[in-house]
């Protein structure tokens, strides 16, 4: 039946619907035919009412409604039908104004499923509710209380009744919303507190006094004639004058121009009223005029220096400027002067990041927390430091907490999400920003960020039609260009993505991540002078911009300034110390330099980095570090990076066999079948297989530090890997006895590695080392389609791609050569390492296993080194191997005659 005008009887009986409730502008939810319109003559202060249902989309979701627009919001037997009522209350929480309120009728369970779920009565019912029971018959049911607990803080709650009045309990099952007077439901209504109310923790009392004629009519008191008027100082009558009050509420309505005109005219008639003066410095600020709240704030405060207040206000106007350290010293003031409040002391906190001093801020935030542990706002804060810190653990459960308090938080959800993405938890943080945008959908910041997790899951195409999807609903979203800019660099539309990121600058001048990004672009199209003013704008407009000086470093070392790197790297991390990236750098460029010392110890940050750290294992036994004694030991070294890196690194398990453990050996399973029978590997496991009991563990890459390995001290393992003695001679029937030298040939590795852009070569340019009696074989397992075309012009080069199962297969196509040439890839490693010549290709500045300056390798005797004498300058490279190559044939040639 008819709810909401059953509930018109109930509600003319209670003057707070008609002269509190229902006043101004509404929002019926679900009305459908039964509007509170209907009795609009019953609440004379409702000015307009719209009905939303099922043709105007989502009630959940009210997508088209903006934040704090209306004056109430009305729901009569809906909630109960929402997908999920807690975001939905939420949600029309928050369409309310400051000062307006939500009148929410919906199903008592025991009134009216009466314990039957699912319901009889209604089979769209998707969740009962009681007002507040520890045990509920039904599966789905929901206490009121809690829900409201979890509201913003702004929830004030003013109404929350069972309405059985009119129900007949010694009626048999009966669904009695059918009878013409039975209400069987909960009402609750709930105001939003104004601003200022949060900030003191309630509502508090008008200002200015009774006159004694008006106490003695309120109260009966006769409180005799009236003292003699102190001396006159400031006449302070515009805080009685009934303008004020109209006034704040066209404040409140955000009509700041009628606001400031009656403000003024209260000050033409007296100067010294503070509530005006303070009041129409708040107004200005809020229409973008901090320099005139300024100082109409500070007049404020020389008519009552003790007003919190109002020294929270000018430390917020006094931000906006600029003027910082003024800030909090207004903030220090209203702290002081308020003792309970919590709210100076987080924009204390706000105030310190701003200026870089995040222990400071952390400090503020635990002050503020201290004073009010429910404040959402400070722990969002915290948090955010926290990030800023690379405390990313501590920074999550923040914000954990905050949203524990304010589960409808968009702004610490948008926040946590991305923390989760800093951790790798990229389909985590996308459900985040999911939730942040159910709630407030025109939220582009999310959107956009979105696009980054996006990206992070290979779902780039999405983040780009996310980010579009905002411009086109805000072309100049310096955010949402920045952001589309990143999805098409992601794409190799270079470019488009360099069009993007500067029209995200033409939007927004200072954008120091769009600066950063277009340097990134600037330095893949080859530009490096315009990279490198890039990355210096960003630095200049943000001085703790470590991932500009990262990129900086990792362009100087480009061009092999080693020393320029070094110093941006060491900027970065001084500035971030938990910065992935350049503390891998570091470590790589302290290894390319051959210092070896620390190189190998900085290379230890790289576990820090989520991508490395999922192959860390974690089987509750210690690390071996180096130095405890191993001796009858069971040592698990293990595979951590790619195959070149485990086919480098497998020698230490002849060491660590040479100090008396039994060295268990987890490798790649495509490269079981090559180990078997290594030296050093009492057991040889491949990963994913069982893996037998030890007593300790070391990833391979870790083991140069705990052998502290340098220069001098490399191993060298002849012959680690044993041959298929059967398969090669195969490969040898099939290559045939016809030719003076086998050579073998790679032109590029895997498209995947991040660096193959620098170190593949078009497999064409290899024609520069076919010779007459050379064969020519190609090593590659697999081949790009421009190679293919290559590989068909070069004449009679044998390709064995698909027949390479493994490592092992490999090793046995390579001993029948006489020397292979190769960039740099696994294959150099694998026939150097059986001792085959091996010339390598490698790129101006090279993996920093190469080390610099040298045309030899102390991780492989049989290898020599070919470098590009300028950046991207192959010929000379390929030329001089060319070269070396004849003459490396003719002496084999020599030595066989």
Not at 90 to 116: N, S, T
Not at 389 to 411: I, K, M, N, S, W
Request: proline share 6%; net charge neutral; glycine share 6%.
């Amino acid at each position: 039946m008819k709810e909401a005008s059953k509930s018109v009887v109930r509600r003319l009986t209670d003057v707070r619907f008609a002269t509190r409730f229902f006043v101004g502008a509404g929002i019926d939810i679900g009305a459908g035919s039964d509007p509170v319109s209907l009795y609009a003559e019953q609440f004379p202060l409702m000015t307009a009412l719209r009905v939303w249902d099922m043709p105007d989309g989502d009630a959940q979701k009210l997508a088209t409604i903006a934040n704090e627009s209306l004056d109430f919001v009305h729901s009569s037997h809906c909630l109960e039908h929402m997908v999920d009522p807690m975001a939905a209350l939420a949600r029309w929480f928050a369409v309310v104004k400051p000062g307006g309120h939500l009148v929410i009728l919906i199903p008592d369970e025991d009134l009216y499923e009466q314990g039957i779920w699912p319901s009889n009565k209604n089979n769209d019912h998707k969740w009962t509710f009681a007002i507040y029971k520890k045990r509920s018959w039904s599966p789905k049911s929901l206490n009121v209380i809690e829900m409201v607990a979890k509201l913003p803080e702004a929830a004030e709650v003013i109404k929350l009744e069972k309405l059985d009045a009119s129900y007949r309990y010694n009626l048999p099952p009966l669904d009695q919303t059918l009878t013409p007077v039975g209400e069987c439901a909960i009402e609750m209504v709930i105001r939003k507190r104004l601003p200022a109310e949060i900030g003191a923790g309630g509502r508090l009392p008008r200002k200015g006094t009774l006159s004694r004629a008006e106490i003695h009519a309120l109260t009966g008191l006769n409180l005799g004639p009236a003292p003699a008027p102190a001396p006159k100082q400031a006449t302070k009558k515009a805080e009685s004058d009934p303008r004020l009050a109209k006034a704040v509420a066209l404040h409140q309505a955000r009509d700041f121009a009628a606001a400031e005109k009656l403000y003024r005219a209260i000050l033409a008639d007296d100067p010294g009223s503070f509530d005006a003066l303070h009041l129409l410095g708040v107004a200005h600020r809020q229409r973008g005029d901090s320099a005139a709240a300024v100082d109409l704030i500070g007049k404020a405060l020389a008519l009552e220096p003790a007003s919190g207040s109002a020294y929270g206000n000018y430390a917020n106007a006094l931000r906006d400027l600029g003027r910082i350290e003024e800030a909090l010293q207004a903030c220090a003031k209203a702290a002081n002067l308020q003792p309970q409040n919590a709210e100076p002391l987080f924009q204390r906190g706000n105030l310190l990041r701003d200026l870089q001093r995040p222990q400071e801020a952390l400090a503020a935030y635990d002050a503020a927390l201290a004073r009010d542990p429910r404040y959402a706002e400070a722990l969002n804060g915290r948090a955010s430091t926290l990030y800023a810190l690379g405390r990313l653990g501590d920074a999550l459960a923040c914000y954990d907490a905050a949203l524990q308090l304010r589960p409808t938080y968009v702004e610490a959800l948008s926040n946590q999400a991305v923390v989760l993405r800093a951790l790798g938890r990229n389909a985590e943080a996308l459900a985040a920003y999911d939730k942040a945008l159910a709630l407030r959908p025109d939220f582009h910041e999310a959107a956009v960020n979105r696009g980054v997790a996006l990206s992070a899951l290979g779902r780039v195409e999405e983040a780009l039609a996310g980010c579009e999807a905002v411009l086109a609903a805000e072309p100049t979203h310096a955010l949402a260009l920045n952001g589309a800019g990143s999805a098409l660099f992601a794409l190799d539309r270079l470019e488009e993505a360099r069009a993007r990121y500067k029209a995200a600058l033409a939007a927004r001048p200072d954008f120091a991540d769009a600066h950063n990004n277009l340097g990134t672009i600037e330095r893949a199209l080859g530009n490096r002078e315009a990279a490198a003013a890039c990355f210096t704008r960003a630095i200049a407009l943000r001085p703790a911009y470590a991932e500009a000086y990262y990129n900086r470093g990792i362009l100087a070392l480009d061009g092999l300034d080693t020393n320029a790197a070094m110093r941006d790297f060491d900027a970065g991390i001084a500035r971030e110390p938990a910065h992935m990236a350049a503390n891998r750098a570091k470590a790589m460029l302290q290894l390319l330099l051959g210092d070896f010392a620390q190189g190998w110890k900085q290379y230890e940050t790289r576990w820090a980095d989520p991508a490395i750290a999922a192959s860390i294992r974690s089987y509750g036994v210690p690390r071996w570090t180096g130095t405890a004694d191993i001796k009858g030991k069971r040592l698990l070294l293990y595979a951590e990076q790619g195959f070149g890196d485990t086919i480098q690194f497998a020698r230490y398990a002849s060491l660590a066999a040479a100090r008396g453990a039994h060295v268990i050996l987890e490798v790649q399973p495509g490269l079981k079948r090559l180990c078997e029978g290594m030296p050093g590997a009492a057991q040889l496991v491949a990963r994913g297989e069982k893996l037998p009991a030890f007593d300790l563990e070391c990833p391979l890459l870790s083991a140069p530090l705990a052998f502290a390995t340098d220069l001098a001290s490399i191993p060298r393992v002849p012959a680690p890997f044993r041959v298929d003695a059967a398969a090669a001679a195969a490969f040898a029937r099939r290559l045939g006895a016809g030719h003076k030298t086998r050579v073998g040939f790679v032109a590029s590795g895997s498209t995947t590695h991040k660096n193959d852009k620098n170190r593949s070569i078009p497999m064409r340019d290899f024609a520069a080392f076919a010779a007459p009696g050379r064969l020519l074989v190609c090593l590659q397992k697999e081949l790009r389609a421009s190679d293919r075309e290559a590989l068909a012009a070069l004449t009679d080069v044998p390709f064995f791609g698909p027949e390479l199962a493994d490592f092992a297969d490999t090793a046995a196509l390579l001993s029948t050569l006489d020397a292979v040439v190769t960039v740099d890839t696994s294959v150099a490693h694998l026939a150097a390492s059986l001792g085959k010549p091996t010339f390598v290709l490698l790129p101006f500045n090279p993996d920093w296993r190469w080390l610099l300056g040298r045309s030899d390798s102390p991780w492989y005797p049989s290898m020599r080194l070919f470098r590009q004498p300028t950046i991207g300058a192959w010929m000379p490279a390929l030329a001089e191997a060319a070269a070396a190559l004849n003459a490396l044939n003719a002496q084999q040639q020599a030595v066989a005659i």
